[in-house]
């Protein structure tokens, strides 16, 4: 079943959010389990509040010597396993990332998180290495202005965009006050009433373009290791 790890070794990229929207939008059709391997535990507390759905299951991570065990059982147990990972490299990152699918690099328009993101994405090519497997990546564009972006922004964006060597999710998760507002008030965007907050509709929009990119990539994905596994075969 998919393993998809979510990684950026500096805070505050967007990260957390992102996996959590996934979590929900996957849910929404399939059992769905999230490792929440953030020290701060932001995914396990708001799990606590109501309105978790029954389909989403959230681990909290005990440490790096279980992360891997957490992953299999997951993985043995529901169709989706999705990480967050903390906002640190560490051994636990490169534990949970040889064991994906896809990484996710979440990261904003900025310069701080472009080198961040940048690092990660050499992290994955050490495990590759070392795990002596492909193991594919995007980066995914985080609380990105929906409308007129800076120069800065747009520059930064086009750095990766135009890399042949880099993927990028078309999607990128904008700035939306639901996003904000489900870890205070718990539950599922879905699940949030347009008089609470506001832009729902696009809100919602967003999450389901960003679900649909990931299966997308996760078929292509899985049509290119049976391909491999064809022409090794012939």
């Known amino acids: 079943m998919p393993v998809i790890a979510f990684a950026n070794s500096k805070g505050g990229s967007g990260k957390t959010t992102s996996a959590l929207l996934l979590a929900q939008a996957l849910a929404a059709h399939r059992p769905t389990t999230l490792i929440d391997a953030d020290p701060r535990h932001p995914i396990t ?3 606590a509040k109501p309105g978790k ?3 989403l299951t ?3 991570n005990a440490s790096e010597k279980t992360i891997l065990d957490e992953i299999e059982e997951a993985a043995a147990r529901d169709p989706f396993v999705i990480i967050d990972l903390e906002g640190t490299a560490s051994r636990l990152m490169s534990y949970a990332i040889s064991q994906s699918d896809l990484v996710v690099v979440p990261m904003k328009e900025q310069q701080q998180d472009a080198l961040a993101a940048l690092d990660v994405i050499q992290e994955i090519h050490r495990d590759m290495k070392a795990t002596r497997r492909k193991i594919p990546y995007a980066v995914l564009f985080t609380q990105s202005r929906a409308a007129v972006k800076s120069r ?3 520059h930064i964006a086009a750095q ?4 042949a060597h880099i993927d990028c999710f078309a999607t990128e998760i904008h700035e939306r006050d639901a996003f904000a507002a489900m ?3 718990g539950g599922t965007v879905a699940g949030m009433s347009p008089k609470s907050v506001n ?3 696009k809100a919602l929009e967003n999450i389901e373009f960003f679900r649909a990119e990931v299966i997308t990539k996760l078929r292509a994905i899985r049509d290119g290791a049976q391909a491999d596994s064809a022409g090794r075969a012939a």
Do not use: I, Q
């Open 45 to 47: 507390t708001w799990a």
């Open 53 to 55: 759905p029954d389909a």
């Open 58 to 60: 959230v681990v909290t």
């Open 152 to 154: 800065t922004a747009r």
């Open 160 to 163: 990766f965009r135009e890399n």
């Open 183 to 185: 870890f205070s008030m």
């Open 199 to 201: 832009g729902l509709d």
